[in-house]
Nanobody, 126 residues
Framework: QVQLVESGGGSVQPGGSLRLSCAGSGRTFSNVAMGWFRQAPGKEREFVSVISWSGGSTYYANSVKGRFTVSRDNAKNTVYLQMNSLKPEDTAVYYC???????????????????WGQGTQVTVSS
């Protein structure tokens, strides 16, 4: 059974940090790009970041650029999202996803992904 499982979410004050992890199982994801999306209550799911199969290329939404960093460890079949300087507007359920191909091209579109995790809640509040 192919699975992506996110962890590391929680509650944090504005300005704080969290590190999300997404562990894959059932197949290797080392040969595909991996993305992060988020969905706030009452809003559409939105793109956050994507990383190529090798980790050599990354792309971020403007809203998180300079604050979030995506990385991966292919030996562990795991991708990470380091989130710093968190803001209340970052509050959402965060999802990781495995792309259909190795590059970040098209990585901001949900249709580019064929496996999704169940999500992890991130709440930023004072």
């Amino acid at each position: 059974q192919v699975q992506l499982v996110e962890s590391g979410g929680g509650s944090v004050q504005p300005g704080g940090s969290l590190r999300l992890s997404c562990a894959g199982s059932g197949r290797t994801f080392s040969n595909v790009a991996m993305g992060w999306f988020r969905q706030a209550p009452g809003k559409e799911r939105e793109f956050v970041s994507v990383i190529s199969w090798s980790g050599g290329s990354t792309y971020y939404a403007n809203s998180v650029k300079g604050r979030f960093t995506v990385s991966r460890d292919n030996a562990k079949n795991t991708v990470y999202l380091q989130m710093n300087s968190l803001k209340p507007e970052d509050t959402a359920v965060y999802y990781c996803a495995a792309a259909r191909g190795p590059s970040i091209s098209g990585g901001s579109y949900p249709s580019s992904y064929n496996y999704w995790g169940q999500g992890t809640q991130v709440t930023v509040s004072s």
